[in-house]
């Protein structure tokens, strides 16, 4: 059974306090600052007001300092994080490289507490000013989005009711992740407020306990979906994901710069807290020491669903080129992709590729034509088709042309960087606005790659399976590997009451059970995870060996993503990844093909 809500225990020792009276509670009687930072999502008047009160209630005397009353100017915020290059581009931003403290001119030096005095330092950057106790307040990068794209949300630095898509996924995240990240060694508590009335906190050395534990064991994170204008109806037939919902078109198994990871005993009291925190405290143990001297702190596999069952084509686009991605965007590697169908069939398709016979000029003048002018094109006259087999994958290098047509399951088995999203056609398809949807077309055609055509495509991009290793009532093989990709894709087959043997040697794998009921991994150190149909598991590089073993009646196959052991495309001199580039969610221009 499909869990929407994996939830693992604290650590011994760890300190869970839900309500705000719970919460207030944990704070001394005073003299001390206290800094509660957090991103601007959060509601600051109501925490600083719930906090008072329950503080003042046991006669704690409070005083509250917000923090954003002491940005710099909204004119000066923006000059001091927007290059005229990004000024004058629609749809990206390079990723901020801009500290919290470049968003102030000079910090409030507030008068200490005294006696049984609280001084209570709120907002995004609280831990700038001195303090006695650090505590963080956070809301998932979800309910950001969401604010912003209903009016209500603000970016960071800038007034209320200005909330800018563009804006908070490549200025704020960034730096709010790297503040964040510097944050987490020393925080001495994690408040999750997304139930306002009902709040949950964790003790600093709890959750540092609790990440330790879960970066050495098999994990899940917290899956959502999101809708889009192509989306299909999949995660809410199958799964029961939001039924109410227009659709859900995209479903976020493992983002790392998104996803979090539910700690608790019950869903009435647990705290949500961001996967890339046991990235940036045990990188060794989560990422494998090769992989993290390579990737630093990010994280850089993800895995997530693109359901057009019941929905529309995506849009046909491609993502940069390395180069691009660096110099233009500020990644240190590319959107690499690739698709798996979990669902599809020989009367579904996927994009994939150029002809052997296009006419890049004529490709050039029908996708203008379209995008200003309205003119449909027809994208089988420049880009290539293939049935959608379920079980097949499909290799998508960066500046491959590709699409998801209508009708198929696609489990997208890709590099981290998910943002740059370059269309070239859309369909003449309208947002949820009813708005033109942005088409980024410049972009993508100065990353087209042009080399790869026709049965190239074929014979590099849509490989068959390779036999790597076998036992007894299974077998494990390699569906895809391309020199210029730095992952492969493999996948297991086990019949019924199979028992597969499989070791990290060093490199985090993630699974996704894509047919079947399901498994049960076992460690060597004693863990046990079951994992079911449509679920994904990270399996940390500190696991080492370990056994999957079928379950329910017939065959069960688990698609299996790790770094290539050979590091394909290591260069000397190489830019590593910095440890906290923020990644977003569909809405602007982005993943939502």
């Known amino acids: 059974m499909y869990r929407l809500d994996p939830r693992y225990a604290p650590a011994p020792g760890a300190v869970l306090a839900t309500g705000w009276q719970a ?72 990723l901020a490289e801009t500290s919290l ?65 563009r804006r908070l996924f490549y200025i704020d995240w960034p730096v709010l992740d790297r503040h964040r990240d510097a944050l987490a060694p020393r925080v001495d508590a994690w408040l999750d407020v997304q139930d306002h009335e009902s709040p949950t906190s964790i003790d600093g050395a709890g959750l540092r306990a609790t990440s ?44 790392a710069p998104e996803a979090g990871v539910l700690i608790g005993t019950h869903p009435g009291q647990q705290v949500e807290i961001p996967f890339q925190l046991l990235c940036v405290l045990h990188a060794d143990d989560l990422l494998g020491p090769r992989v993290r001297a390579r990737f630093g702190t990010s994280f850089p596999i993800r895995f997530d669903y693109l359901d057009t069952v019941g929905g529309g084509n995506l849009s046909v686009h491609c993502h940069p080129k390395e180069p691009y991605m660096r110099e233009r965007f500020g990644w240190a590697y590319t959107q690499h992709e690739t698709y798996y169908m979990t669902l599809g069939g020989p009367d579904t398709r996927v994009f994939l590729g150029l002809r052997e016979d296009v006419d890049l000029d004529l490709f050039r003048k029908e996708i203008e034509e379209a995008a200003h002018d309205g003119v449909p094109m027809d994208p089988e006259d420049h880009v290539m088709t293939f049935p959608a087999e379920q079980g097949r994958l499909f290799m998508i290098p960066a500046g491959t042309p590709h699409a998801s047509g209508a009708g198929n399951l696609v489990l997208e088995i890709s590099a981290t ?37 026709g049965a190239a495509v074929e014979r590099d991009l849509v490989q068959e399976p390779r036999t790597l290793r076998r036992g007894e009532g299974w077998r494990e093989e390699l569906l895809g590997a391309l020199e210029e990709m730095f992952y492969e894709v493999r996948r297991y087959t086990l019949d019924t009451d199979a028992v597969a043997d499989d070791d990290t040697a060093g490199r985090f794998h993630v699974l996704n059970v894509a047919e079947g009921e399901g498994v049960v991994l076992y460690t060597a150190e004693g863990e046990r995870h079951t994992l079911s149909y449509a679920e994904t598991l990270t399996v940390p590089a500190a ?13 069960v196959r688990v698609v299996k993503a790790l770094v290539r052991s050979d590091e394909p495309g290591v260069r000397p001199g190489r830019p590593r990844v910095r440890p906290d580039h923020s990644g977003v969610r569909p809405g602007h221009s982005r993943a939502d093909a």
Do not use: M
């Open 23 to 94: 919460v207030a509670a944990q704070l001394p009687q005073g003299p001390a600052t206290v800094a509660v930072d957090g991103p601007p999502t959060v509601d600051w008047d109501a925490l600083a007001a719930r906090l008072t009160e329950g503080l003042t209630a046991r006669g704690t005397a409070v005083r509250t300092l917000d923090l954003r009353a002491h940005h710099a100017t909204p004119a000066e915020v923006r000059r001091r994080t927007e290059s005229t290059e990004d000024a004058q581009d629609p749809y990206y931003c390079r």
């Open 101 to 165: 403290r470049d968003l102030f001119d000079d910090l409030p030096q507030p008068r200490p507490p005294v006696g049984r005095e609280l001084l209570l330092v709120v907002g995004p950057g609280a831990a700038l000013v001195p303090h006695d106790l650090l505590w963080y307040a956070d809301l998932p990068k979800r309910h950001a989005e969401a604010a912003v794209t209903a009016g209500t949300g603000r970016n960071l630095g800038l007034p209320a009711g200005e909330g800018d898509l």
């Open 212 to 255: 330790a534990e879960l970066a050495r064991r098999p994990v899940r994170t917290r899956p959502y979906f999101n809708s889009t204008p192509w989306g299909g109806h999949w995660g809410q037939r199958a799964l029961g994901f939001a039924p109410g919902a227009r659709n859900t078109a995209l479903g976020y198994e493992l983002i």
């Open 417 to 453: 960087p998910y943002l740059y999203s370059l269309r070239f056609y859309d369909w003449l398809r309208p947002d949820a606005d009813g708005n033109p949807r942005q088409l980024p077309y410049e972009h993508g055609l100065a990353n087209l790659e042009t080399g790869r055509r």
């Open 543 to 555: 696991v080492g060996p370990y056994r999957i073993a079928a379950v329910g009646e017939g065959a």
